[in-house]
Protein backbone atom coordinates (compact mmCIF):
# COMPACT_ATOMS: atom_id res chain seq x y z
CA UNK A 1 0.00 0.00 0.00
CA UNK A 2 2.81 2.25 0.63
CA UNK A 3 3.47 2.87 -3.03
CA UNK A 4 -0.68 3.20 -3.65
CA UNK A 5 -0.42 6.02 -1.50
CA UNK A 6 2.56 7.62 -3.22
CA UNK A 7 0.10 6.88 -6.21
CA UNK A 8 -2.39 8.55 -4.49
CA UNK A 9 -0.89 11.07 -3.56
CA UNK A 10 0.56 12.22 -7.15
CA UNK A 11 -3.25 12.17 -8.46
CA UNK A 12 -3.72 15.05 -6.63
CA UNK A 13 -1.12 16.78 -7.92
CA UNK A 14 -2.05 20.58 -9.90
CA UNK A 15 1.05 21.25 -12.19
CA UNK A 16 0.48 24.87 -11.65
CA UNK A 17 0.48 24.61 -8.00
CA UNK A 18 3.82 22.86 -8.59
CA UNK A 19 5.24 25.75 -9.93
CA UNK A 20 4.26 27.91 -7.99
CA UNK A 21 5.39 26.66 -4.58
CA UNK A 22 8.82 25.81 -6.23
CA UNK A 23 9.47 29.49 -6.47
CA UNK A 24 8.27 29.35 -2.64
CA UNK A 25 10.86 26.71 -1.66
CA UNK A 26 13.89 27.13 -4.16
CA UNK A 27 16.04 24.78 -2.32
CA UNK A 28 13.81 21.94 -3.10
CA UNK A 29 14.60 20.59 -6.52
CA UNK A 30 11.22 21.39 -8.49
CA UNK A 31 11.21 17.67 -10.16
CA UNK A 32 10.33 17.00 -6.22
CA UNK A 33 7.26 19.20 -6.21
CA UNK A 34 4.10 17.68 -7.22
CA UNK A 35 1.28 20.66 -6.13
CA UNK A 36 -0.64 19.01 -3.36
CA UNK A 37 -2.76 21.39 -2.00
CA UNK A 38 -2.50 20.97 2.39
CA UNK A 39 -6.06 20.92 2.59
CA UNK A 40 -5.98 17.73 0.24
CA UNK A 41 -3.08 16.37 2.62
CA UNK A 42 -4.65 16.94 5.74
CA UNK A 43 -8.44 15.08 4.54
CA UNK A 44 -5.81 11.95 3.27
CA UNK A 45 -3.82 11.71 5.86
CA UNK A 46 -6.94 11.31 8.40
CA UNK A 47 -8.53 8.98 5.91
CA UNK A 48 -5.54 7.21 5.71
CA UNK A 49 -5.06 6.69 9.56
CA UNK A 50 -8.48 5.92 9.48
CA UNK A 51 -8.67 3.36 7.53
CA UNK A 52 -5.25 2.11 6.50
CA UNK A 53 -3.57 2.20 9.57
CA UNK A 54 -1.13 -0.74 8.86
CA UNK A 55 0.11 0.86 5.39
CA UNK A 56 0.51 3.81 7.02
CA UNK A 57 3.02 2.39 9.28
CA UNK A 58 4.97 1.55 6.25
CA UNK A 59 4.91 4.24 4.52
CA UNK A 60 6.35 6.59 7.21
CA UNK A 61 9.10 3.65 6.97
CA UNK A 62 10.16 4.04 3.38
CA UNK A 63 12.64 7.78 3.72
CA UNK A 64 13.48 9.09 1.93
CA UNK A 65 10.27 9.49 -0.37
CA UNK A 66 10.63 11.13 -3.44
CA UNK A 67 8.48 13.73 -3.43
CA UNK A 68 7.93 16.82 -0.94
CA UNK A 69 4.13 16.25 -0.80
CA UNK A 70 4.83 12.81 0.26
CA UNK A 71 7.45 14.90 3.45
CA UNK A 72 4.55 16.96 4.07
CA UNK A 73 2.32 13.83 4.52
CA UNK A 74 4.75 12.18 6.81
CA UNK A 75 4.89 14.82 8.56
CA UNK A 76 0.89 15.35 8.96
CA UNK A 77 0.41 11.59 9.81
CA UNK A 78 3.40 11.79 12.85
CA UNK A 79 0.71 14.96 13.61
CA UNK A 80 -1.60 12.48 14.55
CA UNK A 81 0.44 10.10 16.80
CA UNK A 82 -0.78 10.54 20.44
CA UNK A 83 1.13 8.57 22.28
CA UNK A 84 4.65 10.46 23.13
CA UNK A 85 7.24 7.97 23.03
CA UNK A 86 6.26 6.83 19.29
CA UNK A 87 6.03 10.21 18.31
CA UNK A 88 9.33 11.11 19.83
CA UNK A 89 11.08 8.19 18.30
CA UNK A 90 9.37 8.51 14.74
CA UNK A 91 10.14 12.36 14.29
CA UNK A 92 13.70 11.37 15.18
CA UNK A 93 14.17 9.36 12.79
CA UNK A 94 12.29 11.75 10.23
CA UNK A 95 14.14 14.78 11.38
CA UNK A 96 17.16 14.25 8.98
CA UNK A 97 14.91 13.98 5.96
CA UNK A 98 13.60 17.86 6.93
CA UNK A 99 15.51 19.74 4.79
CA UNK A 100 13.72 22.65 4.21
CA UNK A 101 10.97 25.43 6.53
CA UNK A 102 8.04 23.65 4.57
CA UNK A 103 8.19 20.93 6.88
Known amino acids: MSSSISQTVRELAEPKLAEFTAKLIPTVDPERILGVRMPALRKLAKKLLREHPQEVAEF ?3 VPHDFQ ?6 VLLLNEERDFTTWHAEITDFLPYMTNWTL
Open 60 to 62: KTT
Open 69 to 74: EEDLLH
